[in-house]
Structure formats: structure tokens, C-alpha cells
């Protein structure tokens, strides 16, 4: 299964970058970021296709998150700059044949443990 990390706490407009590694029979897919704050529903925030030569970004966060894909380390990246309070979630990655905008998380087949991300004001 997948395994994301590197969450944690940070004060609003810092950074981190959520590491996602992918297991080699997954290695074909594309892989999505979702986040899921408290009473909400979950949402797609960005995607990559197994190339890395098609991204999605949400608009909600586009200009201050980016995604990347390393495929020798078998891992996803999702840097996020410039942090908000509103950002504060479970961020979790996720695997799917395809990365395209809709993002519709009953799609993504295979899914990794969240990891929690909290922005202080």
C-alpha cells in the first residue's frame, strides 16, 4: 500500500513537503493527493500521471502547492508553500489508473494511511 508522510505542525506561511512512497507494483499508476479536515467531505487537491508529464492542482491551492514525482525512489511529493490555517487536514495519497481533474475519490482503487497536517494562526 501506499504510505504518506511528513505532516506536522507548522505557523501559517511556512512550508512542508508530504512524501508519498509508492510500491513498485503501483509503479504504472497515477497518484493523487487528497485532504479530509474535520465535518468534511474528502477532497482532491492535486494529481500525477505515472510519468509525471500530466499534474493537476486544485484550484484552491494552486500557486502554493506542487506536486512531483520521482520514480527511481518510488515516491510522490507534494510541496506546500505558504501555508493557510484552512489547509489544516489529513492529507492522504492514493492510486488510480488515470490523473485527470475530476478527481472522484471513489475512483482511486488503492489508498495509504493520512497524514495530519495542522497550520497555526
Known amino acids: 500500500q501506499l504510505q504518506a508522510s511528513g505532516g506536522g505542525l507548522v505557523q501559517a506561511g511556512g512550508s512542508l513537503r508530504l512524501s508519498c512512497a509508492v510500491p513498485?507494483?503501483?509503479?504504472?499508476?497515477?497518484v493523487g493527493w487528497f485532504r479530509q479536515a474535520p465535518g468534511k467531505e474528502r477532497e482532491g487537491v492535486s494529481c500525477?500521471?505515472?510519468?509525471?508529464?500530466?499534474?493537476y492542482i486544485s484550484d484552491s491551492v494552486k500557486g502554493r502547492l506542487t506536486i512531483s514525482r520521482d520514480n527511481a525512489k518510488n515516491s510522490v511529493y507534494l510541496q506546500m508553500n505558504n501555508l493557510k490555517p484552512e489547509d489544516t487536514a489529513v492529507y492522504f495519497c492514493?492510486?488510480?489508473?488515470?490523473?485527470?481533474?475530476?478527481?472522484?475519490?471513489?475512483?482511486?482503487?488503492?489508498w495509504g494511511q493520512g497524514t495530519q497536517v495542522t497550520v497555526s494562526s
Open positions: 492514493a492510486a488510480d489508473s488515470f490523473c485527470n481533474q475530476r478527481m472522484v475519490v471513489d475512483e482511486y482503487d488503492y
Open positions: 513498485p507494483s503501483l509503479d504504472y499508476y497515477a
Open positions: 500525477i500521471s505515472s510519468s509525471g508529464g500530466t499534474k
